[in-house]
T-cell receptor, first 111, second 114 residues
């Protein structure tokens, strides 16, 4: 079953614009991770934010985490056509190491 | 390139058949995870192994089984295949089996059951 729910399900923007994707989850977590998947290919890890962190940056990516609202956001600044992909949030928690994924946001960046 | 390899890339087989998917984790990673991605169910965790031992089970059907060998590669066996088993199967690895670490995904095996 899905733990995270991304919003929106699909997002279409122009190159150079910023893209914001949101993720909500249900249970307590140790960390939240964002992954990118190009069409039909493997997932690529983007960034991990721990439950005691509120914000994290990596290049053009900015992730925030609000554990009181059980939500996270991923901001991609100055988007490029190459950012076109599906983006998933995934939560890790409990004693098991597996991740629980949301359904993803499909981002389309038009040149 | 994540360093995780999966074979085969594509597999087409008939209902009722049995297939084996293979995964080699990144060098040094002890934990292997299997996930299934389908259009209707999204990405679902199937099973985790850590240093040869089963660590956690997710939504894995009884017709599916897996193992991790002493050299840490893993195999996922799918038997009595049904049309609904058609999906992308991903293997991922991480350094340890704790939820604090990122996972590295292989390119996946696309299984088509006809």
């Amino acid at each position: 079953s899905q733990q995270g729910e991304e919003d929106p399900q699909a997002l279409s923007i122009q190159e150079g614009e910023n893209a914001t994707m949101n993720c909500s989850y249900k249970t307590s977590i140790n960390n939240l991770q964002w992954y990118r998947q190009n069409s039909g290919r493997g997932l690529v890890h983007l960034i991990l934010i721990r439950s005691n962190e509120r914000e994290k940056h990596s290049g053009r990516l900015r992730v925030t985490l609000d554990t009181s609202k059980k939500s996270s956001s991923l901001l991609i600044t100055a988007s490029r056509a190459a950012d076109t992909a599906s983006y998933f949030c995934a939560t890790g928690g409990g004693s098991q190491g597996n991740l629980i994924f949301g359904k993803g946001t499909k981002l389309s960046v038009k040149p | 390139d994540s360093g995780v390899t999966q074979t085969p890339k594509h597999l087409i087989t008939a209902t009722g058949q049995r297939v084996t998917l293979r995964c080699s984790p990144r060098s040094g990673d002890l934990s292997v995870y299997w996930y299934q991605q389908s259009l209707d169910q999204g990405l679902q965790f199937l099973i985790q192994y850590y240093n040869g031992e089963e660590r956690a089970k997710g939504n894995i059907l009884e017709r599916f089984s897996a193992q991790q060998f002493p050299d840490l590669h893993s195999e996922l066996n799918l038997s009595s295949l049904e049309l609904g088993d058609s999906a992308l199967y991903f293997c991922a690895s991480s350094v340890v089996g704790e939820p604090l670490y990122e996972q590295y995904f292989g390119p996946g095996t696309r299984l088509t059951v006809t």
